[in-house]
């Protein structure tokens, strides 16, 4: 048997194969053609603005200090990526969550065997607009806290050379709780009982949580790992909960 922490990444895996299988493809379109255009619009912006955002960030160093601005810039530019990284993550997300719901669903009735090509319902799509973005105003009353603390530690000197190790931390356990949420809430688990559930599992869920980030921020392959995501949060959902 695999290490927990091993058992996230299979699951991504599993959930690529799973999108890419006929009888799902159907479901991953819309969620699909919607990350693509905002990825193309947030890399555009990110390509003009990129050098003005990391001058924002970087530390006015006296003359004597100079020479540590070539060893600090890379570690700023890392910065700069992981911020455009969640701002991409957390608007397509939000904007994507009703498909991602429904995405969810169909994925749970396949895995379990009761139906290896689901129906397409713009009515069932629909009505589950509501409560997935309701949802997901939940996780970003989560994730803004921790996110401006996060925020404001990277514009302390000295103590803003631990904010990109402590991005990456908090990124993983996002990915967790973003996309295992859609099962759980489809199961009507509440949010309290979800979190728990995920820190009774804390290294599954950072393995398939780290797993999921690394597919993230890979330019191009993040569009289509979106909905692979969904799709191995939900076998995560499925055989972690027995």
């Known amino acids: 048997m695999p290490a927990p922490v091993l058992t996230g990444p299979q699951y991504l895996g599993e959930g690529l194969k799973l999108v890419l299988s006929p009888g799902l493809r159907l479901f991953v379109l819309l969620p699909l053609t919607i990350n693509l255009v905002l990825f193309i619009g947030i890399i555009s912006v990110a390509m ?3 050098g003005g955002w990391v001058d924002t960030f970087m530390p006015t160093l006296p003359t004597w200090l100079a020479f540590l601005e070539y060893l600090l810039w890379p570690l700023f530019v890392v910065l700069v990526l992981l911020m455009v990284f969640f701002t991409f993550t957390l608007l397509a997300t939000i904007i994507a969550a009703p498909f991602n719901g429904f995405l969810a669903e169909k994925v749970e009735t396949v895995v379990r065997g009761e139906d290896v090509s689901p129906p397409f319902s713009w009515r069932e799509l629909i009505a589950m607009v509501p409560r997935t973005l309701g949802r997901e105003m939940r ?9 401006l603390g996060l925020l404001i530690l990277s514009f302390i000197p000295v103590v803003n050379l631990i904010a990109a190790p ?3 931390l908090f990124g993983i356990w996002m990915m967790a709780i973003q996309y295992i949420d859609y099962p759980a809430d489809n199961n009507k688990m509440s949010w309290q009982d ?3 559930w995920l820190r009774e599992k804390r290294w599954q869920s950072l393995g398939f949580g780290g797993a999921t980030y690394l597919a993230l921020l890979v330019p191009g392959l993040n569009v289509l790992m979106m909905p692979a995501a969904v799709a191995g949060a939900t076998l995560f959902w499925v055989r972690e909960r027995g």
Not at 139 to 147: D, E
């Open 48 to 50: 003009q603005q990129f």
């Open 139 to 147: 996780k970003l009353g989560y994730f803004l806290p921790r996110a």
């Open 166 to 168: 402590l991005w990456v």
């Open 194 to 196: 979800m979190l728990a």
